[in-house]
C-alpha cells in the first residue's frame, strides 16, 4: 500500500464534500485531550510507547520504521515499496503468510504503507492475541526469510499494483509520477514511492537481504501498542521478544542531501491516455513538517479546501462551474515538502483557465488576510478531523507513531494542534506569501491524448540527473536465514482468554407524526454522528431515469427555503462538522457529523435541508453538471467500468441493474419534476429514521428530535410497483479499451436478498471464496501467482437480490487465466465442503469487520441505518456474531452451489482487447466484444 499517491487520488476522485464560512461560533472549541501514553526505549534502541484503552475487546499493534521510499538505493526506486510486501513472506519461526493466519482468520486485520520516509506495519487483533502479534513482530524483525520464490513473486504483484494504480487509473501517473518528479532537483523524494518497471526487474535478492540488514533493526524502529492490554505484562513481552534482538554496530544510513530554494517557476504540458478531463496541478516547496511555520501552513490548506466552503470548492467547483472537482493537499515530511492545489477541469473547460483560477485563489491568500470566520472554521475543522483520527486503537497508535518518526517527537501532534489554535489571520497571509510566491510554483498541465497530433506531445517530466542517490552498501557479513525445521521451530504462544465484544446497544422510541428515531451512547469523545434514513433509493429509479435518486439526494444539501447552498455549507463547516447526503439501492440518507458541543445547530441544519430542499433550477444544472463529469472519469478505470458492466449483464434491467449514479444520457434526460416525484416518494417522517450516535443521552437526543422533527408533515405519494426481477441469460462480455493499462475482470451473477434466511451461510461462502486476504481467490491469483495485486468477492444482498461478482485487475494478457480461475474456485465451492478450520478462519473475517464497523460514531450510525433502510430488526445486530458462528460446512456448501454456480454467471473483462481476446476467444468463442467508445450502459443489452 502507498500513502501519498493514494492520498492524492483520493482527493482527486471521489466525491467532495460540503462549502464555504459563516460567523463562527462564538464559543471557543473544547480542547483535545492529549492521548496518555507511556513511553520507554530498550537497551538495542527500540522506542516503545503503549497506550492503554480497557473500553475496547481490541489492541492494535504498529511497529513504524524510519526507511521509506526517500531510502531507495540508486537504481533501485520503489524498494522500499517491494521490500513491505516480502515482510509479510516467511521469517526463522512462521511460514509465508502465516501474518494473515495470526491477525485475519482470528477476526483481526493487518497491513502496512510505504512513505517517503516510513514504512509502517499494523496489525489490530482480539485482545487475547497480542502476546503472539509480539512474537511475529519481533520475529520478521530479527529473522525474515528471503527466498528466490517468493521474492519474485511479489516483485509480480508490485508490478501488477504499478499497472493499477498508476498506468490504468486515470491521472495515476500525475499523483505517483509526475507531482514528486517536479516537485525537486536534488533531493531522492523526487522518486515516486511505486518505482518503475524496469527498476523493479533489475531488483535481486541480494539487494533485498541487504536492505533489511541496513535498515530493519531495532534502533531504527517504533512499536505502539494501543488498546486492552495489562501494562506490566506488556512490559514482560516485549521484554522477552524484543529485548533480545541484537544493535548492529554499523551506523544507519541517512539522507542528508538539501533541495536548493527554487526561484524559478517550471511549467510542463503532457497528454497521457485514458485522461477523461484535463487536470492542472501547482506545487510550492514547504519547510520539514516541524517547523514552526508548520501549524500556520495547515490551517492555510484547511481554508483552501477543507469541504464545500473552501475557497477553491467554491470558487472553481461550485461558483464558476470550471472545475469538476479543485482540492490542496499538504505533503508535509521529515525534510522538504509540498503544498499541492489541483483541479480536475469540468467537461469543456481547459486546463489553462483552470490554472489562471487556481493563481488567482493562491494570490487572495497572499494578498488579503483570510476573514475572522473563516479562520475560526478551518480550526474546527481540524480539530474535528483529530478527534475522530483517535476514536479507534489504531488512529490513537498511528498518531504517536507518525508524530515520533515525522518529527522526532511523541507529543508532536498534540503540540501542533495547540499551534494550530494559536495561529492568526496574519500568520496564514505571511505563510502564503513567504511560500506560494509565483516564482516557487511547479506547474502541470495533463491532457488527454491528442489522437490526431503528429509531433510529440509532451513535455519530459522525469526524474531529474542531478537528484542525489547512493547505491546500497551491504553492512558487512550479511546472515542468510532460513526457515527453521520443524523440530526447531518456535510456535507462536496460544492466545489468552478472550475479551467479549460488545454490539452498539441501541434506544429506540418514535415521534407522533411516525418518525423513528435510534440513539447509541458513545461517550470516549466529544462527537456525535446524526445519521437521518428514508426508504427510497436508486433501485427506485425509472429505467430512462437512472441517477435521479443519487441526484435528488445530491442536491439535499444544495439550498432550502432558507438557506442557500452557501449558506448550509458554511454553517455547518464553521461548527467544524460536516454534512453528507447520499442514495443507496435502498435508502437516502443525510448525515452530520460534529463537536457534541454542537450538536443543537447541526440538527438543526440537518432538519431543514431533508424537510425544506427546493431544488433550484441553477442547481440542478450544477449538480448535473458535476455528475456527469464524475461519470466519464469512472468510466475511464477498467476495474469501475468492469463492475457497471457486469451488473449490467447479470441483473440487467432489474433495479439494481443500471449504474446508481447515472450514465450521461439519463442524467441529461432527469428534469426538475422527476427529482422531485423522487424527493416526495422517498421523504417523509412515517418512513424517515433520525440515527444518533455518540456523546449524547437518549433524554438529550429526544429532545434534539422533537426539537427538530416533530412539527415535520408529509405523506408519500402512491406510485406503480417497480420492476420486477427478470434475469438475464449469462453472457460473456469484452469491453474494449485500447491502451488500458490493466485489464478489469468481473465475474457476476444475480444473488439474494438481504432478508433471505440463506444471507449467513452465504457471506460465510462469498467470505471463503474472496473475503479478505486470505481468500481462495486472494490465495490463488496474488499470492501463488502473482497476477494481481488483489482479488475478491461480493456479496450484495438488499431489501432485493443484489449481485454476486468475483473481480480483480491484471495485466491486459492474464486476463484469460484470471477468469479461469475465479470461475473454478466458484465451482469448487459448491462441489465439495469447507474444512472445519477454514470454515473458522472465515467466520472470524465477518465477526471482526463488523466489530471494527462500530468502533467509531460514523460506524455504528451507518451499521443501524443500512439494518433500517433493509428492514431488519434491530435486535439482530446483537445476534451477529451467534448467527454467523452458528453456519457449519454444510450450510456453506449449500449456498456456494446455489449462488457461486459459474453456470448463471456473466463474465465480463475490460482491457486492451488485442491483448487477451484471441485466447480468451478459445473457452468463448460466443464472446461479445463492444468498443468502449460506443457501449451503453443505459440499456441492458450493454448497445
Known amino acids: ?107 483481526g486485520n493487518n497491513n502496512a504503507s510505504t512513505n517517503d520516509d516510513y514504512t509502517e506495519y499494523h496489525e489490530t487483533i482480539p485482545a487475547n492475541h ?37 498506468n490504468a487509473r486515470p491521472y495515476g501517473k500525475l499523483f505517483s509520477l509526475y507531482f514528486p518528479a517536479v516537485s525537486y532537483t536534488r533531493h531522492p523524494y523526487a522518486r515516486g514511492t511505486i518505482g518503475s518497471l524496469d527498476n523493479l526487474e533489475s531488483a535481486q535478492i541480494d539487494d533485498v537481504r541487504a536492505f533489511h540488514a541496513t535498515y530493519y533493526r531495532p534502533d531504527n524502529a517504533v512499536l505502539v501498542v494501543s488498546g486492552n492490554f495489562d501494562a506490566a505484562q506488556l512490559d514482560a513481552w516485549v521484554d522477552q521478544y524484543f529485548a533480545k534482538i541484537k544493535r548492529p554496530t554499523t551506523p544507519i544510513p541517512r539522507v542528508t542531501v538539501t533541495e536548493p530554494e527554487r526561484t524559478k517557476a517550471t511549467h510542463y504540458v503532457v497528454h497521457e491516455a485514458n485522461t477523461p478531463l484535463p487536470a492542472v496541478m501547482i506545487s510550492y516547496p514547504i519547510p520539514a513538517d516541524n517547523h514552526p511555520d508548520g501549524p500556520a501552513l495547515s490551517v492555510l490548506n484547511a481554508v ?84 475522530q483520527a483517535r476514536e479507534t486503537a489504531e488512529g490513537k497508535g498511528r498518531t504517536i507513531a507518525s508524530s515520533v518518526i515525522i518529527d522526532g517527537d511523541a507529543r508532536a501532534a498534540d503540540r501542533q494542534l495547540a499551534a494550530i489554535g494559536r495561529v492568526t489571520a496574519a500568520d496564514v497571509q505571511r505563510v502564503a506569501a513567504k511560500y506560494l510566491r509565483d516564482q516557487r510554483s511547479a506547474t502541470i498541465q495533463y491532457l488527454p491524448e491528442d489522437a490526431t497530433a503528429k509531433a510529440p506531445q509532451n513535455d519530459r517530466i522525469e526524474v531529474a540527473d542531478s537528484v542525489v542517490v547512493t547505491p546500497l552498501v551491504a553492512p558487512g557479513k550479511i546472515e542468510v536465514v532460513t526457515p527453521a525445521s520443524a523440530a526447531d521451530r518456535i510456535a507462536p504462544p496460544p492466545p489468552a482468554a478472550a475479551i467479549a465484544a460488545a454490539a452498539p446497544v441501541t434506544h429506540e422510541f418514535a415521534l407522533a407524526n411516525g418518525m423513528r428515531v435510534v440513539v447509541v451512547e458513545k461517550h470516549d469523545l466529544p462527537l456525535l454522528t446524526a445519521l437521518l434514513v428514508a426508504q427510497g433509493g436508486a433501485a427506485d429509479d425509472r429505467p430512462d431515469r437512472a441517477g435521479v435518486n443519487s441526484l435528488a439526494a445530491d442536491l439535499l444539501t444544495k439550498g432550502t427555503t432558507t438557506r442557500s447552498a452557501t449558506q448550509i455549507a458554511r454553517q455547518i463547516e464553521a461548527l467544524g462538522g460536516s454534512i453528507s447526503s447520499d442514495a443507496s439501492w435502498d435508502g437516502s440518507s443525510i448525515e452530520v ?243 472445519a478450520a477454514e470454515l473458522d478462519t472465515r467466520k472470524a473475517v465477518l465477526v471482526g469487520n463488523f466489530g471494527r464497523a462500530t468502533e467509531t460514531t460514523g460506524g455504528i450510525a451507518g451499521t443501524v ?49 488485442k491483448l487477451f481476446l484471441p485466447e480468451l476467444r478459445k473457452a468463448y468463442p460466443n464472446v461479445e466484444v463492444i468498443g468502449a467508445d460506443v457501449l451503453k450502459l443505459d440499456s441492458a443489452a450493454l448497445r
Open 304 to 387: 483552501l479546501s477543507q469541504g464545500e466552503s473552501s475557497r477553491l470548492y467554491e470558487s472553481l467547483v461550485y461558483r464558476d462551474q470550471l472545475a469538476q472537482s479543485a482540492e490542496s493537499v499538504l505533503d508535509s515530511k521529515q525534510g522538504p515538502g509540498n503544498l499541492a492545489v489541483f483541479a480536475i477541469l469540468a467537461g469543456g473547460k481547459t486546463a489553462a483557465a483552470g490554472e489562471t483560477a487556481l493563481r488567482r485563489e493562491v494570490a487572495k491568500l497572499r494578498d488579503t488576510p483570510v476573514s475572522a470566520a473563516e479562520l475560526a472554521e478551518a480550526k474546527n475543522e481540524i480539530l474535528t478531523g483529530a478527534l
Open 1 to 107: 500500500m502507498l500513502s501519498r499517491a493514494a492520498l492524492l487520488l483520493g482527493a482527486a476522485l471521489l466525491p467532495l464534500t460540503a462549502a464555504t464560512a459563516q460567523p463562527a461560533p462564538t464559543t471557543p472549541a473544547p480542547a483535545i485531550k492529549p492521548i496518555a501514553f507511556t513511553e520507554r526505549t530498550l537497551a538495542n534502541g527500540l522506542r516503545v510507547y503503549a497506550i492503554r484503552d480497557t473500553t475496547t475487546p481490541n489492541v492494535s499493534v504498529q511497529v513504524w520504521y524510519d526507511v521509506g521510499s526517500k531510502d531507495d538505493p540508486a537504481g533501485r526506486s520503489g524498494f522500499a515499496h517491494m521490500f513491505e510486501h516480502l515482510m509479510f513472506k516467511a521469517t526463522r519461526n512462521l511460514v509465508s503468510e502465516q501474518f494473515d493466519r495470526l491477525t485475519e482468520d482470528v477476526g
Open 865 to 913: 441505518g443500512g439494518y433500517v433502510v433493509q428492514g431488519l430488526p434491530l435486535s439482530e445486530l446483537g445476534q451477529y456474531t451467534q448467527r454467523v458462528s452458528a453456519v457449519d460446512p454444510a450450510a456453506v456448501q449449500a449456498a456456494a452451489a446455489k449462488l457461486l454456480d459459474p453456470a448463471a454467471a456473466s463474465v465480463v473483462v475490460v482491457g486492451d482487447a
Open 593 to 835: 457529523t460534529v463537536k457534541s458541543d454542537q450538536a443543537t445547530p447541526a440538527l438543526a441544519i440537518l432538519a431543514d435541508v431533508a424537510r425544506n430542499p427546493v431544488f433550484a433550477p441553477a442547481e440542478i444544472e450544477r449538480a448535473r453538471a458535476q455528475t456527469i463529469d464524475g461519470v466519464q472519469v469512472a468510466i475511464k478505470d477498467p476495474s469501475q467500468l468492469a463492475g457497471l458492466v457486469a451488473a449490467r449483464a447479470a441483473l440487467g434491467a432489474s433495479p439494481y441493474g443500471h449504474p446508481r449514479s447515472g450514465t450521461p444520457m439519463s442524467l441529461k434526460a432527469i428534469t426538475a419534476s422527476d427529482i422531485r416525484a423522487a424527493y416526495a416518494k422517498a421523504w417523509a417522517p412515517a418512513q424517515a429514521t433520525l440515527v444518533i450516535v455518540g456523546d449524547v443521552t437518549p433524554a438529550r437526543a429526544k429532545a434534539l428530535a422533537e426539537a427538530n422533527f416533530a412539527s415535520w408533515k408529509a405523506s408519500v405519494p402512491v406510485g406503480p410497483d417497480g420492476p420486477r426481477q427478470i434475469y438475464p441469460a449469462p453472457r460473456v462480455v469484452v469491453v474494449d479499451m485500447p491502451g488500458a493499462g490493466q485489464a478489469g475482470v468481473v465475474v457476476a451473477r444475480p444473488g439474494i436478498a438481504r432478508s433471505d434466511p440463506a444471507y449467513y451461510p452465504a457471506a460465510v461462502a462469498n467470505t471463503v471464496l474472496g473475503g479478505g486476504f486470505s481468500s481462495r481467490l486472494n490465495q490463488e491469483i496474488r499470492i501463488k501467482r502473482g497476477l494481481a495485486y488483489g482479488a475478491g468477492s461480493s456479496l450484495q444482498a438488499g431489501r432485493l437480490p443484489g449481485v454476486v461478482a468475483a473481480r480483480t485487475s491484471t495485466k491486459n494478457p492474464s486476463a484469460p487465466e484470471t477468469v479461469s480461475i475465479i470461475l473454478a474456485e466458484m465451482k469448487r465451492l459448491g462441489a465439495e465442503p469447507v474444512s
Open 130 to 166: 497480542l502476546q503472539r502479534l509480539l512474537f511475529a513482530e519481533a520475529d520478521r524483525m530479527a529473522a525474515l526469510v528471503v527466498e528466490p520464490k517468493s521474492f519474485a513473486s511479489e516483485r509480480d504483484v508490485v508490478k501488477e499494483e504499478l499497472r493499477q494504480n498508476t
